[in-house]
């Protein structure tokens, strides 16, 4: 219990840094008067760090064994590189801290995600339920600034976010030592290389699935705020918006395992896929509806909560203990990393000259190539089978 307390809490503080970032930092640097093309190309940057930080430290905490130390060491370099926020006021100078503090913040979680299976053993069913607790820290945030925006100036945004990231460093100095290995690999032969594994025909149909999922959500982590104010919502409105995604992510979570055993990875990987390019659509068509943004805030549950799920799933399967680490890091940085920069910083391009349906339609359009990749590739018991 005093194990699931520690691992639940670093959940809750990383992911609401997250809910202070991702919905309110657009909305900080539109304060600097920077144009579309300038917001998305710097919230490109945030992404851009997880295509090389999460490998770099992957390997070394593969190579190492040293993987609460990593993580410790990134909690750390992460606030004291945020630091020289508060003395930026242009896109260069803000970027270039941006750059610096999320290239340790996005090594952090691939690691810890390595962690948390590997102390729950056999009980990984359990990752769901200790993971919801990252959304819920999300909820709590994303809410509460949301509503303290309303009434102090955004100039607070980067203080807030300081003290959050001094919390997720002191939390993982509790962390509990990492169980030992048994030496017992699971779904995949013992003694095969990270890049054989890498290499076959699935697991880069997976990995390709993993960029077209990060890149359709680009636009909306860097625009749907800002386009949420645009057309009326107030900042809390906006965080109540985001926040009711989460919890019904949170559901998803909980009940994740069951719905594992019931229609298995490639199902819900393909209908939430389904789910995301209508998700988009809603979003890109009618943002001024309320009732059809709650729809679509709802299914977030499948668009991230589902997928990331069945994400985490599908290294577990396809890589071996020993690569676990590096196979982790990959699926944050192709995905998170590549397809979220790219997303962030295609939507900054199309936002002010081609407007939000076609920002928001090229969202949709990469989900629908991921389900055609699903269908054609996604089967994990073959693999299995295979090996």
């Known amino acids: 219990m005093d194990s699931y307390i520690r691992l639940s809490g670093f959940y809750f503080f990383y992911f609401a840094l997250l809910g202070a970032l991702v919905p309110y930092w657009s909305l900080y640097l539109k304060s600097f008067n920077f144009d579309a093309q300038t917001i998305g190309s710097l919230m490109a940057l945030l992404q851009m760090s997880r295509i090389v930080a999460p490998n770099l430290w992957g390997w070394l905490a593969d190579r190492s064994g040293k993987r609460v130390q990593i993580v410790r060491f990134g909690a ?41 299976l590997r102390q729950l053993g056999d009980a990984k069913n359990r990752y769901s339920r200790i993971r919801l607790w990252g959304s819920v820290g999300f909820i709590i945030a ?29 939390n ?20 095969k290389g990270f890049i054989e594994l890498l290499l076959r025909p699935q697991v880069i149909a997976f990995f390709s699935i993993c960029l077209l999922i990060q890149f359709g959500h680009g636009a ?25 995604g989460v919890i019904a992510e949170v559901i998803v979570f909980i009940y994740m395992h069951w719905m594992l055993q019931r229609w ?4 819900i990987m393909i ?45 577990n399967h396809y890589f071996t203990e020993q690569t676990h680490g590096q196979g982790q890091a990959l699926f944050s940085s192709f995905g998170f990393g590549l ?10 391009l199309l936002w ?7 920002t928001f339609g090229l969202s949709a359009a990469a989900s629908f190539v991921a389900i055609l990749l699903a269908l054609i590739w996604i089967y994990p018991e073959k693999v299995q089978q295979n090996n």
């Open 220 to 244: 909306y982590y860097t625009f749907y705020s800002v386009l949420m104010v645009d057309v009326g919502y107030s900042r809390a409105e906006v965080g109540l918006l985001w926040a009711i």
């Open 352 to 358: 002010d000259d081609f407007g939000v349906l076609v």
């Open 172 to 191: 993982t100095l509790l962390i509990p030592r990492v169980a030992k290995s048994t030496g017992q690999i699971e779904n995949v032969i013992r003694g």
């Open 76 to 116: 750390l370099m992460t606030w004291i590189m945020f630091i020289g926020i508060f003395w930026q006021d242009t896109a260069v100078g803000i970027g270039l801290v941006m750059l610096g503090f999320s290239f340790f913040w996005n090594a952090v979680l691939p690691q810890f995600e390595v962690i948390t």
């Open 264 to 267: 298995g990875i490639r199902a």
């Open 271 to 315: 209908v939430s896929l389904m789910l995301c390019v209508l998700r988009w659509l809603l979003i890109g068509l009618v943002p001024e509806n309320l009732p059809l943004m709650l729809l679509a805030q709802t299914l977030h549950a499948a668009t991230f909560g589902a997928l990331h799920a069945v994400g985490i799933a599908l290294v």
């Open 339 to 348: 397809g979220g920069a790219l997303g962030a910083f295609v939507s900054g």
């Open 142 to 170: 994303v809410v509460g600034i949301g509503a303290l925006l309303d009434y102090l100036s955004i100039t607070w945004l980067p203080w807030i976010m300081l003290a959050m990231m001094l919390l997720i460093w002191l």
